[in-house]
């Protein structure tokens, strides 16, 4: 049975103190009086891609990587093309990974021609549209690969990923399901400085602390938890912060616990490539070394 881990607030609740309208500081492109009901934003049944890589998953293959990146991070994702995510270096780690871009608004025409490797939707890609991007990811997901693959890996275009090491823990995992694993993140209060990046109103969420959630910068999913989480969506209200959203509000809604791997790091580790060998994910790595 769900449970709901989202009040949302009424006009009659506001009028009778429960918190004054005029003392609010909105989220850029989430206001107070802009909807966010997934399902306005997300059509379940509707291919909305304005552009689509051709057979995207029509071949059985172990894992789908979907690199979350920005229109402007062109270089990033030449760099992942010639780095962990090329198509020679997944061919020599495994026969089964398939990789591909995502990203939300640009003219992007002249290198999905070139690469056959993005995915673009039709909405405003910034910082406060993460939410609507990794749901975009899990209906790409759960709609054109459930049957072919077993895992989901979300990571974000800074990220550099230990592909060998990944393929042998999943291919030593005993079940290729209920799995929602990366860097467990507990005990995180929302932040109610209005200035800063991860700033969270009340009109939002409202709860004194948020669910035990993964980093976004990288995190792994089983297919059947992707489509779970993916209809979850649809009836949980948007909230801006993506990992807290979905790997945090939505899976507690799903009674979907996420768990830590100490593999998983969002550590920038350049000054200690020894460490890379035992680990899954680093952050804040740039095309120029």
Not at 54 to 75: F, G, K, R
Not at 256 to 272: A, G, S, V
Request: hydrophobic share 40%; net charge negative.
């Amino acid at each position: 049975m769900l449970t709901p881990s989202v009040q949302i607030l009424h006009d009659d609740e506001l009028q009778e103190g429960y918190f004054n309208k005029m003392d609010i500081v909105n989220v850029v492109g989430w206001e107070f009086n802009t909807t966010r009901n997934t399902s306005q934003y997300i059509l379940r049944d509707n291919l909305t891609a304005s552009v689509m890589p051709e057979h995207v998953c029509d071949q059985q293959s172990l894992l789908l990587i979907i690199v979350c990146t920005a229109p402007a991070n062109y270089e990033a994702r030449i760099a992942i093309r010639e780095t962990w995510g090329s198509e020679r270096y997944l061919m020599v780690v495994s026969t089964s990974i398939k990789r591909i871009f995502l990203f939300l608004q640009n003219d992007v025409l002249l290198e999905s021609d070139q690469y056959g490797d993005i995915i673009q939707e039709h909405f405003i890609d910034s910082y406060n549209n993460l939410t609507l991007k990794s749901i975009v990811m899990l209906k790409i997901a759960t709609t054109y690969c459930a049957n072919t693959t077993r895992y989901l890996l979300k990571i974000d275009d800074d990220m550099f990923v230990n592909l060998p090491r990944l393929v042998e823990m999943l291919v030593n995992r005993n079940d290729s399901t209920n799995v929602l694993l990366g860097k467990l993140i507990c005990g995180a209060r929302p932040i109610k400085d209005s200035s800063s990046k991860w700033y969270s109103p009340r009109y939002m969420y409202q709860e004194r602390l948020y669910p035990n959630y993964l980093s976004g910068t990288g995190y792994l999913l089983s297919m059947d938890v992707a489509h779970t989480l993916f209809n979850i969506t649809l009836s949980t209200p948007i909230f801006h912060l993506e990992d807290v959203y979905l790997t945090g509000i939505c899976a507690k809604r799903a009674n979907i616990k996420p768990h830590n791997n100490p593999m998983f790091t969002y550590r920038n580790l350049h000054n200690e490539p020894c460490e890379f060998k035992n680990l899954i994910t680093m952050h804040h790595f740039t095309p120029n070394p």
